[in-house]
């Protein structure tokens, strides 16, 4: 398959490759592709509305779906999972049509991600930065998992060493995770401190709240 339009070739013959996982039939789980509003330029012809307007997000959250700030939400998510694994080819996102407007986003198509370690693409954060909004319940998470006992790299770590393909990260891709967490909460810290926490940190009203346990008479 090493052809002049391809851009890479094995050396001589071996090639890295990514594992794809095939979801059920639409015909079992109809599911919407969805364009990604950062979808990234691919020419150098010209630049997407977002890498030129700082303000690009007011316009987004005027349109359906993103009017819902779940689905605004939901791709904030989303942002931040190819932030740190280092995925610049976000160009659409799925969701089960079933579930309407408040369905979750598939993190479909990663094949991108993992690629140059030592690099942190910023612009893949730019939904949030520019945004300024990400659940609180997120926030709690990465927090959590900047910490040394539950540090992300551990995590990781620890979740692969099961794996039946065995090495799936190098451990400068698992550094690396650690690293661009940093710059995550760095953002939001920003945004924080320029908006206001109540306008940054916002609590998912569809999450079923935890009722505190009851008193003893």
Known sequence: MCKTEYAVCGDPHMLEGSLSVFLPPLSAAPRLSVPNPWIR??????????????SYCDSVKRRHPYSNTRRLLNMMD???????????????????????DDGFLLHLDNARGFGRHSQDELSILAPLYQCCV???????????????????SDVMRESLSTDPLDTVLSEPHLAALDRRLQKVLAVVRQCVQTH????????????????PPRMQP
Do not use: C
């Open 78 to 100: 989303l942002a931040i999972f190819d932030f740190l694994m280092g995925n610049m080819d976000r160009h659409h996102y799925e969701i089960f049509t079933q579930f309407g």
């Open 41 to 54: 330029s691919y020419t150098f012809t010209g630049k997407e509305r977002w890498e030129t307007n700082p």
């Open 134 to 152: 990400v659940k609180d319940d997120t926030w709690q998470r990465l927090n959590l998992l900047a910490l040394p006992a539950y540090r992300l």
């Open 196 to 211: 206001g926490e109540e306008a940054v940190l916002i609590r998912d009203m569809w999450r079923p709240l935890r009722r």
